[in-house]
């Protein structure tokens, strides 16, 4: 029996064998050949059963050991060459030139109501207003009592809204007149304010509705404040809003906390005010109702309605953009599609 070990041999071989190797499966299986449990190193390993000689047995495991650690050195020097070259394919996967010109990337554009909303505070903020915010969850003295609509009152319904506690006190908002309420309490007169904000009312979802939608109301207190002065104030902001062309027309109607109050019209924007489809031929078209403050508004603030005079007025948002933008469905603000929104 050979009990001499070619270390130089074998290692030879493996070198050349190694430069062969292109990946980690190779690289597993030539490591299983020298050093697994059916290897080189354990076939010369069993040799040891064969040797009597005490030293020879001696020498020959040693020479066998010495293999065994000097083949461990060249696979580790192996598996660390390839896990660079791994690492620098992936990050040349991953690589970009920083040198050449980006994709250009979508910018967002502004959600039409926003931008209405906007434009809507930057006209009255020109006329000397500023603009107040409230919570959208209020209480219903601040919602309809301090409004001159008690809870008796039949005008309550019509505004009826989601209630968020059995005794009715806690509601989502009808309308943004609850700030107005708050600031008078708050504030002394004279003021001007708008405030504008997301409103809720059961209504039903259609091209004109929405249980939820976009509000934006006015109050001016002062002293012998007329009904010429809503008009006046009205008159401009619908000219900045919808052109210079455009006149305004009060008509007589109802609501619990003006007197008197007024539907306010706008000359028809699509014919002119001569008679179209969209003016059912009237040459007007409504915008927004608008009136007097109640005197029994003032009260609930603590204004003395001998003293203090003022007008009131609220806006849909969505109301005024779709005849701005001629848009026919309310739905299209709020279904978040792109298209919709890149085409304004």
Not at 46 to 73: A, C, H, M, R
Request: aromatic fraction near 10%; include cysteine.
């Amino acid at each position: 029996m050979a009990l001499i070990i070619d270390k130089d041999e074998i290692i030879g071989t493996l070198k050349r064998e190694l430069q062969e190797i292109t990946n980690m499966q190779e690289f597993q299986n030539l490591k299983s050949k020298y050093l697994g449990k059916k290897g080189l190193i354990k076939s010369l390993m069993n040799n040891l059963k064969d040797i009597d000689d005490v030293e020879l047995k001696k020498e020959y495991g040693k020479s066998v050991n010495e293999l065994k650690e000097e083949l461990g050195t060249i696979f580790d020097e192996k598996l660390s060459e390839l896990e660079e070259k791994e690492r620098e394919e992936k990050e040349k996967k991953n690589w970009v030139d920083i040198t050449i010109p980006g994709a250009r990337r979508k910018v967002g554009k502004e959600n039409l109501i926003t931008k209405t909303r906007k434009e809507i505070e930057e006209i009255f903020i020109g006329m000397g207003f500023s603009v107040a915010e409230g919570p959208e969850i209020e209480n219903s003295w601040y919602n309809f009592d301090a409004l001159n609509t008690p809870e008796w009152h039949p005008a309550r319904e019509m505004q009826d809204t989601f209630y968020l506690s059995l005794d009715k006190e806690k509601l989502l908002r009808t309308h943004t007149s609850p700030v107005q309420v708050r600031t008078m309490l708050k504030s002394k007169p004279p003021l001007a304010i708008i405030s504008p904000g997301r409103v809720y009312r059961k209504d039903e979802l259609d091209a004109t509705h929405s249980p939820v939608f976009h509000q934006v109301e006015g109050l001016y207190v002062d002293r012998n404040v007329s009904v010429s002065h809503l008009k006046m104030y009205l008159e401009v902001f619908a000219q900045k809003f919808f052109g210079n062309k455009v006149s305004i027309l009060l008509r007589p109607s109802y609501f619990p906390f003006t007197e008197p109050s007024f539907e306010v019209d706008i000359s028809c924007i699509f014919c002119g005010g001569k008679g179209c489809n969209v003016c059912k031929n009237t040459g007007w078209i409504e915008i927004l109702g608008a009136g007097l403050v109640h005197p029994n508004v003032f009260r609930s603030v603590n204004y003395d309605p001998k003293v203090w005079q003022g007008f009131a007025f609220g806006m849909g948002i969505e109301r005024v953009a779709m005849l701005k933008y001629n848009i026919p469905d309310i739905r299209e603000f709020y279904k978040n599609d792109a298209r919709f929104i890149e085409s304004l």
